[in-house]
């Protein structure tokens, strides 16, 4: 059993930045491939960004691509999701996910991963 604890989130303007971060269990974080997701009131969860075990391979939603990046401290058990040049379209509740695979790409899809954190509410404001 994995548990991911996130945190980090907050309240903040148009164009600032805020850094994630999400906690984990066990021995063996570096067996799993981590990803980031986000959900809306009203909407489905969406899948926002993920890497790899070893960190090697990264992948973006076209949405935030070039604003957000995932990132990952092995010696930690910690993944975090930088994120800049924030927008109202950016808010919505962020949630870690954890998958143990050794697959070369990173997962994107919400039923690719086995663990989930409890999330974390991120909102921009105009």
């Known amino acids: 059993q994995v548990q991911l604890v996130e945190s980090g989130g907050g309240l903040v303007h148009t164009g600032r930045s805020l850094r994630l971060s999400c906690a984990t269990s066990?021995?063996?974080?570096?067996?799993?491939?981590m990803g980031w997701f986000r959900q809306a009131p009203g909407k489905e969860r969406d899948f926002v960004a993920a890497?790899?075990?070893?960190?090697?391979?990264?992948a973006y939603s076209d949405s935030v691509k070039g604003r957000f990046t995932i990132s990952r401290d092995n010696a930690k058990n910690t993944v975090y999701l930088e994120m800049n040049n924030l927008k109202p379209e950016d808010t919505a509740v962020y949630y870690c996910?954890?998958?143990?695979?050794?697959?070369?790409?990173?997962?994107?899809?919400?039923?690719?991963?086995?663990?989930w954190g409890q999330g974390t509410q991120v909102t921009v404001s105009s």
């Open positions: 066990g021995r063996t974080f570096s067996l799993y491939h």
């Open positions: 996910a954890a998958r143990r695979s050794s697959n070369i790409l990173p997962q994107t899809t919400t039923s690719g991963y086995t663990y």
């Open positions: 890497i790899t075990g070893s960190g090697g391979r990264t």
